[in-house]
């Protein structure tokens, strides 16, 4: 790895969390914003990665994207698992998803089709590239978030747990 790959993940947070949202996103919204707030101006975190799923990814991308205007340095990347991520979301989360590819700053396709292992790259990608963990992961769940909290946690990556 060169010193400016490790630069650039030295200066990286993702996200990850479950699609459904417990109790008010306007809360969550606010609570993101202010740890992103405090990433940036604390840490010097500009790029933020999120997976493109429903739910929180969806939340924290919205949360980088509005941000932008106050802190016009930041970055959002958006790692996503296949080109056919959509294909089975209801049509105002696709038009919610399209408007956030759209907006982002680059993004990155880590299989180039549906496979069974596809989210599971997706979200090792996530970790891999970053030095910070936003999450959203209740206590006990299992699956893909928990999967991912637990691999950031093994890379010794700060996990800030936004779940109440």
């Not at 970053?130 to 209740?138: G, N, P, Q, T, V």
Request: charged share 25%.
């Amino acid at each position: 790895m060169t010193d400016l790959q490790l630069s650039a993940i030295q200066k990286s947070c993702c996200f990850t969390g479950h699609r459904r949202i417990v109790g008010s996103c306007a809360s969550l919204q606010k609570r993101l914003k202010e740890t992103v707030q405090r990433l940036i101006e604390e840490a010097g975190v500009v790029n933020f990665i999120a997976g493109g799923a429903l739910g929180f990814d969806t939340l924290a991308a919205e949360a980088v994207l509005a941000l932008k205007e106050e802190y016009p340095q930041i970055r959002l990347l958006l790692a996503l698992p296949c080109p056919e991520q959509t294909r089975a979301w209801k049509q105002e989360d696709i038009a919610r998803y399209e408007r956030i590819l759209a907006a982002c700053d680059k993004h990155v396709y880590v299989s180039d089709r549906y496979t069974a292992q596809c989210m599971h790259e997706r979200n090792r990608f996530l970790v891999d590239h970053s030095a910070f963990c936003i999450a959203y992961l209740e206590d006990g769940a299992k699956g893909g978030t928990a999967y991912t909290v637990a691999y950031a946690q093994k890379k010794g990556i700060p996990i800030v747990n936004l779940f109440i």
